[in-house]
Nanobody, 126 residues
Framework: QVQLVESGGGLVQPGGSLRLSCEVS????????IGWFRQAPGQEREGVSC????????YPLDSVKGRFTISRDNAKSTVYLHMSGLKPEDTAVYYC???????????????????WGQGTQVTVST
């Protein structure tokens, strides 16, 4: 049974940093791509970043380029999203997801990702 569990969310002031973690079980992470999405209240889920099995990365959102970095530690079966320079508009529930059985990241449409975590809340506010 494949499971993805996010952690690391919380309340942070504008300009602050957070590191989100996505721990993956039930498969050998080294062979698969993993993505991060976010969903703010009343808005559609949007793709934030994705990392392929060969460490290739994508950042479809211009608003996070240069501020967010995705990484992976296959030995720990964990994918990270490092977020810095956080802004109030980054407030959302962040989800990690796997486009099983793909090893490379597809275009970041939520429908292409078949396995999801439960999400972790990130709130950027004073």
């Amino acid at each position: 049974q494949v499971q993805l569990v996010e952690s690391g969310g919380g309340l942070v002031q504008p300009g602050g940093s957070l590191r989100l973690s996505c721990e993956v079980s039930g498969l050998k992470l080294q062979y698969y791509a993993i993505g991060w999405f976010r969903q703010a209240p009343g808005q559609e889920r949007e793709g934030v970043s994705c990392i392929s099995y060969d460490y290739g990365t994508t950042y479809p959102l211009d608003s996070v380029k240069g501020r967010f970095t995705i990484s992976r530690d296959n030995a720990k079966s964990t994918v990270y999203l490092h977020m810095s320079g956080l802004k109030p508009e980054d407030t959302a529930v962040y989800y990690c997801a796997a486009p099983l059985p793909l090893e490379r990241c597809p275009p970041m449409w939520a429908a292409d990702f078949s396995k999801w975590g439960q999400g972790t809340q990130v709130t950027v506010s004073t």
